[in-house]
């Protein structure tokens, strides 16, 4: 099952109304339903029972049958929707009874944890103060996205003749949720410096993986105008 039984042929959402409209007729307390939605629910499924014999029986289809089958379709799928969502909100009911229902199960929501190897960082091009880099799954280079589970990467820079061995002493340059990215490096960074950059993963849960190994490049060109 795909999908919820309000979805689909026509031929599986009748039999399928009829399936729920049973289970909470007499179950409704355990589905986290009152007695009165469970009474309005079953009118609805009896008019689409009737439209659809009707519309499907060669001596009573009609254009107006059809309609009203349809009609009646998308009234018992309205009610079904608004009564799953309290069926799904009710923590008693169980994935084995929301199957029985014709529901799908719960989605599970797996948190992968932050990969264990870090990004790699290539310098693409430094054209006066604009650095392009490009950013790569260590595990799999060849890979243009980011490893499932990764929403983004943390830069660093540090600008000094050698990469220091304190992490704290790097400057956050901010988060990409791109694999390719800019630098603009303020005036104050003097032309010919070096600098290094090294970066790091963020996972869905705000995670922060290692540091990939720091690269260093020469900054070039003066400083930046305010026209630019």
Known sequence: MA???????DANIVTGSANFASLIA????????SSAQSTAFGVLNSALQGTYSAAINPSTRSPVAIEAKDIAIRN??????NLSKIIYSTAT?????LVGLGLLP??????????????LVEIVSVSGRLVKTRLHDTADPERRGKPVGVVGVNIYSFVGDDAPTDPRQYHFEGMTSRMNCEIIFPNTVVSGATVWLCASW???????????SPISFTLQGGAVTASA
């Not at 007499?26 to 339903?33: D, H, I, K, V």
């Not at 719960?106 to 990004?119: A, D, E, K, L, T």
């Open 93 to 97: 009911v169980t994935d084995a009874q």
């Open 26 to 33: 007499t179950g409704f307390a355990s589905y986290g339903l």
């Open 106 to 119: 719960r989605n599970i929501r797996v948190n992968r944890p932050v990969p264990n190897v870090p990004p």
């Open 76 to 81: 018992m799928r309205a009610s079904a929707i």
């Open 202 to 212: 963020v996972s869905q849960r705000g995670q922060v993986s290692i540091g990939s």
């Open 3 to 9: 999908r919820n039984f309000y979805f689909g042929k």
